[in-house]
């Protein structure tokens, strides 16, 4: 008779072979292609209103931490109404969306992120009258995350 744990080793085993072919490196996209998703090719992006910091150095990138800030009076006649984080290294290049309205009171998000290695971070914040900024900064990190396998 099989155990409970000898059929569940049994079951995940085989879903991972059956999922093992499918991989996210298989398609690779660029910040530039995200960022033509998701605003279109004709947008142009300003910079200066968007402060994004990044610890110069990080040890461990499971969990570093990321501020973004923009210069706006976030009234209901100019406001941000989404900030986008794009990595240059991560397999998925938009690795944060926030949406904001003018009751938010403040343009600024903090939290913290996975990277997969040293890298430059892009932040482009969309405002309510169409038009976009961005800001970026970059950080070593010592030991990576997101890992593909490769």
Known sequence: ???RRDFLHQTFAGATV??????????????VESITNI????KHI????????????TENGNSVTMSVEVTS?????????????FSEVNPLPNIATFY?????????????IRLA????????AAMNDGSLWSGSSETIVTL???LDGT
């Open 39 to 42: 605003f279109g090719g004709n």
């Open 100 to 112: 904001l309205t003018p009751a938010t009171g403040t343009a600024r998000v903090v939290t913290r």
């Open 144 to 146: 990576a995350a997101c």
């Open 18 to 31: 059956a999922l093992a072919p499918i991989s996210l490196k298989a398609a690779p996209i660029s910040i």
């Open 73 to 85: 009076p976030m009234t209901s006649n100019d406001f941000v109404e989404s900030i986008h984080i």
């Open 1 to 3: 008779m099989t155990s």
């Open 46 to 57: 300003e910079e200066n209103r968007v402060k994004l910091k990044l610890p110069p150095l």
């Open 117 to 124: 290695d040293s890298q430059t971070l892009v932040a482009v």
